[in-house]
């Protein structure tokens, strides 16, 4: 456990070590919540559309704005780099599961991650108004759900990096994972917007966990019951792609080549 906790710490130290790299990575998000702000406050300023009303849209922008900004400090391009350059050579001879090290990485800015929500969400609420706040089981729902998406989030970046191992380039398989996300998660619209057979099909996908469950949740448009399905999707999905992580990464090290002493 002490290699990983040095991950974590490193990880944190050398996100405000390199403050501007930091600052723009989550520029992009913040950015992306105000342009959102502005467009579903033009659309929804007279009348509800398809049941969302400003009220629980701002709420929804907001919680899908604190789902974006949770592991955004996982570091998956130096990953990819290390894999494409050969040096991921290096890190199977470290005394750590290679898993584990890049989720302990992904972890150790993730009090920065939660100060920077409390602070932006917290400025919009002040300058835009409250929020209702689901109450009782409905309130530990959310919570559960937002938990669950810090692995799921990680877990589907470091599948897609791995990709890396049989790619030449990584700029195309993150904008493709960026995309899907995007717009299967509900990051961008709210998925009921989505034709029925592609919400039907997002819900029930890894995606819909990032942004979708804990925003339903949240405003209270799926009841505790529905909810607690939901929540049990997203862990059903962590687990199903911790495994298969797993095996990607069997078979991923075996088209690993060295050259050189």
Known sequence: MRGYRALARATARAALTYRLSFVLGIGTVLV????????????????????????QMRAYLLVAF????????????????RILDGNVALDLVKPVDYQKARLAESLGGLWIELLLIVVVVGGTLALTGGVDVPAGPALA????????????????????TLACFWTQNY??????????????????????YLPHWLATAAQWSPF???????????????????????????????????????????????RLTVNGG
């Open 208 to 254: 819909a966990g990032l942004t979708s469950t804990p925003a339903l949740i949240f405003l209270g448009r799926v009841g505790v019951r529905d909810g607690l399905v939901l929540v049990l999707v997203q862990l059903a999905w962590v687990l199903v792609l911790w495994f298969g992580a797993r095996l990607i990464w069997r078979q991923a090290v075996r």
């Open 66 to 81: 604190a789902a974006g900004t949770l592991v955004s400090i996982l570091g998956d391009f130096r990953m990819a780099f």
């Open 32 to 55: 992306q919540l105000v342009a959102l702000l502005a467009v579903w406050h033009a659309i929804l300023a007279e009348a509800p559309v398809n049941g969302f009303t400003w009220p």
């Open 141 to 160: 729902l959310f919570a559960t759900s937002m938990l669950l998406l810090v692995p799921l989030k990680f877990l589907l970046v470091y599948v897609s």
């Open 171 to 192: 700029m195309g398989v993150q904008w493709a994972r960026l995309a899907v996300i995007n717009l299967l998660s509900g990051a961008l619209i709210p998925l009921v």
